[in-house]
């Protein structure tokens, strides 16, 4: 049966799991969630930024106040945060998966515990993460998935080779899922954040030369900024998205869709 919507208050009613929620990105979509009327749980590992956070959310209306550290390296930790959630609201209608570590160095320098590293994280991790939490999104018939990818998972940049490879496989990851579990009522989809500056990346874009070069390639000749990416997470979270499954929606600025000339 179709289901119907309105412009205003988007996600009310929905329960809506952030990990790294404690992250910049991460915490600009938790924010973006609960303005539309979404309950969020935000979590990630610091749990000094997490109660942050959930003060946050908290202003904004949000209910949940447990500040429960999350390592999405750590499944037992995400199956233990699952069930505190189901206990008190019976359900996980939306899961944005925004934990990701960076590495910005020469492709020949990389060590194997670095490469090994950003590969756990960035992408074993999501897809234990994806798993746990798509369990019980099948077993309620419903829901939906936001991974993050980056520019990295489409084109070459230098000096990022561990994070583009991992960023690459989160695309093929969000396609896989969505081919396995739209048709039992999971969506999977992918939001592609340009260059948004985050602590991620601060380090690298304050080198010299950096950011004209980015700008350049830049059709809007500006870096997103962090209220960028809520509005198409709020999206790929509601009922307006019902049809979309398996997709990567880029947030560039037009940066992907731009030859350069």
Not at 223 to 232: K, V, Y
């Amino acid at each position: 049966m179709k289901k119907t919507y309105t412009a205003e208050k988007r996600l009310a009613g929905k329960v809506a799991l952030v990990l790294g929620g404690t992250g910049d990105i991460g915490g600009s979509i938790a924010t973006a969630f609960c303005r539309e009327g979404a309950t969020v749980i935000p979590t990630g590992r610091n749990k000094k930024r997490l109660t942050t956070i959930l003060r946050s959310l908290q202003k904004e209306g949000n209910t949940w106040n447990l500040p429960i550290a999350v390592d999405i390296t750590q499944p037992r930790q995400i199956t233990t945060l699952c069930r505190a959630i189901l206990k008190r609201y019976k359900r996980i209608d939306c899961f944005v998966c925004a934990s990701g570590i960076y590495l910005n160095k020469p492709a020949e320098k990389v060590t194997k515990r670095e490469w090994d590293s950003i590969l756990e994280t960035n992408l074993t991790g999501m897809f234990m993460a994806c798993k746990i939490i798509g369990e019980i999104m099948l077993k309620q018939g419903q829901g939906t998935i936001i991974t993050i990818g980056s520019l990295g998972s489409f084109v070459a940049m230098t000096k990022t080779i561990a994070y583009s490879v991992s960023k690459a496989g989160v695309v093929a990851l969000t396609k896989a899922l969505s081919a396995e579990w739209a048709a039992r009522g999971v969506r999977v989809n992918a939001l592609i954040p340009g260059v948004f500056p985050t602590n991620l990346n601060k380090k690298a874009l304050q080198k010299k030369g950096r950011r004209k070069n980015i700008l350049r390639g830049i059709p809007m000749k500006r870096l997103g900024s962090l209220e960028d990416i809520g509005g198409s997470a709020v999206f790929l979270a509601s009922d307006e998205s019902q049809y979309i499954s398996g997709i990567s929606l880029p947030v560039d600025g037009g940066f992907l869709s731009f030859s350069g000339y």
